[in-house]
């Protein structure tokens, strides 16, 4: 079975129009509308990171009512942006599932998901749920059938340079990142918490939980 590769990071906010508008200022691109989650009351939109990757920006859809659940990625209690996950992309995703829980991790049963795009019509894609934790374990996604976001979409696109996390206990995370077959540089550091380094307008831009973070 093949190694999970990176679909696309995850940066939570409590404001979608705010956070793209400072990630436009700080990369010189401007991300795109993705669409609403339904019943979730969260919409995105999106920036291609090249390689088949992407960055989602995720937060409150004003369009829907308030979800009967937290928000994902805890974006209800955010104060800010923050990267708050990220996303491996695979096939057949219920034998991943049972390769992770062979090697001593269980990744969560796979739930359907799906989204409005803004031509009116709907994405679907299968996933396992994201873990709280600083978001340093990735959850799997499968989009099957699916067009994937970030082929033949036009999304516009800025380079990822890196992804590394920082954990008390490195290990810990490897023998997960491990089981899911997903590759994350992890550093000793007192939090729990992911960074990513893109091509910026002026040169790298951080995108994290601290300083430099849009």
Do not use: K
Not at 46 to 58: D, M, P, T, V
């Amino acid at each position: 079975m093949a190694d999970a590769v990176l679909d696309h990071l995850v940066l939570a906010t409590p404001d979608l129009e705010s956070t793209a508008a400072e990630v436009a200022a700080l990369t010189g691109v401007r991300p795109v509308p993705g669409g609403g989650h339904p019943g979730l009351g969260t919409r995105n939109a999106l920036l291609g990171l090249g390689n088949g990757a992407y960055l989602e920006i995720i937060g409150p859809d004003p369009a829907q009512p308030a979800p009967e659940a937290p928000r994902w990625f805890g974006i209800d209690v955010l104060r800010g942006p923050r990267l708050a996950h990220w996303a491996v992309r695979v096939h057949g995703i219920a034998g991943h599932v049972a390769r992770a829980r062979a090697l001593g991790y269980d990744p969560g049963e796979p739930v359907a998901m799906s989204r409005r795009t803004p031509d009116g019509g709907t994405l679907s894609w299968t996933l396992t749920p994201p873990r709280t934790g600083g978001g340093l374990v990735p959850f799997l996604l499968d989009w099957g059938d699916a067009p994937h976001p970030a082929s033949g979409q036009g999304l516009p696109v800025v380079p990822l340079r890196s992804l590394c996390g920082t954990h008390p206990d490195p290990s810990t995370i490897q023998a997960e990142l491990t089981a899911l077959g997903a590759t994350l540089r992890v550093e000793a550091g007192d939090e729990p918490g992911l960074t990513a380094v893109l091509d910026g307008r002026n040169g790298p831009v951080s995108v994290g939980v601290g300083a430099g973070a849009p």
